[in-house]
């Protein structure tokens, strides 16, 4: 299956439920703002006309009313009085004709996983994800750069988006997702206030685990920041 685009404007007020998690990333709007103010950053725009990529919403930034679900990313780091610069803007896009892998030997994601050499390079439009974020200063480490945590939280977050969208398109389960492991290798600083992307793409799945990587890379797409993690899904008798 690949994805298609919206046939309808259903506006992102709410976050989906497992069951229905895939039709509604398919048929839900990516929110205008954000669109806009990508639209108006030259490298940003370009990649917005990808043919084979469209704009989707996020559920991480869209919280439950009456529940602590998506807190950190929808209410924590979302624009408020109290922080008025974290993330400020968000934008996802996925691959139109997004295809994935086959099911690989037993023992393969342990092998090919965490060897520490880093990932290969590998082009936006080679990707399955992109990320678009306007980082703003309240996220520093450093003066000016940001945090590590919060580039690593913004990894794993994008990477279970990547495995739930691969997941439900080929397979029946809709049991809870776990990370199993994220690594993270940070090549330069990420300077804050700017905007940046990050490519994620699924490399490899085996049973119940998914291994996915992506690179935080400036406009030019020089890597400042690697990420590498797997995914679990729960087995049935613990759901």
């Known amino acids: 299956m690949t994805p298609t685009r919206p046939s309808s404007t259903k506006r992102a007020d709410r976050a989906p439920a497992y069951a229905d998690w895939l039709n509604w990333m398919r048929s839900t709007s990516a929110p205008s703002k954000e669109i806009n103010y990508f639209s108006s950053i030259p490298w940003a725009k370009q990649l ?6 469209r704009p ?5 930034r ?3 009313p009456g529940t602590t679900n998506n807190a950190f ?20 896009l ?8 086959p099911e690989a030997p037993k023992g393969t994601i342990g092998r090919t996983s965490g060897s520490g ?3 290969a390079a590998r082009k936006a439009v080679d990707s399955d994800f992109i990320l678009l974020l306007n980082l703003g200063s309240d996220l520093d480490g450093f003066g000016g750069v940001a945090h590590g945590g919060l580039l690593s939280a913004v990894f794993d977050e994008l990477f279970s988006l990547v495995v739930e969208f691969h997941r439900q398109s080929v397979t029946e389960d809709r049991g809870p997702l776990f990370t199993m492991k994220l690594t993270t290798l940070f090549r330069d600083k990420v300077p804050t206030p700017g905007q940046v ?3 994620a793409w699924l490399q490899a799945r085996e049973g119940r685990k998914w291994l ?7 406009e030019k797409e020089n890597v400042l920041t690697e990420g590498e993690g797997i995914w679990m899904t729960a087995k049935s008798e613990r759901i």
């Open 62 to 64: 869209t919280i439950d």
């Open 197 to 199: 992307m990050v490519k």
């Open 212 to 218: 996915l990587q992506g690179q935080l890379c400036d």
């Open 117 to 119: 050499d880093g990932i």
């Open 56 to 60: 989707i919403p996020t559920p991480s």
């Open 94 to 101: 996925v691959k139109e004709r997004l295809q994935t892998p």
């Open 48 to 53: 917005l006309h990808y043919s084979n990529f």
């Open 73 to 92: 990313f929808a209410k924590t780091l979302a624009p408020s009085e109290s922080i008025p610069s974290p993330i400020i803007n968000w934008l996802l």
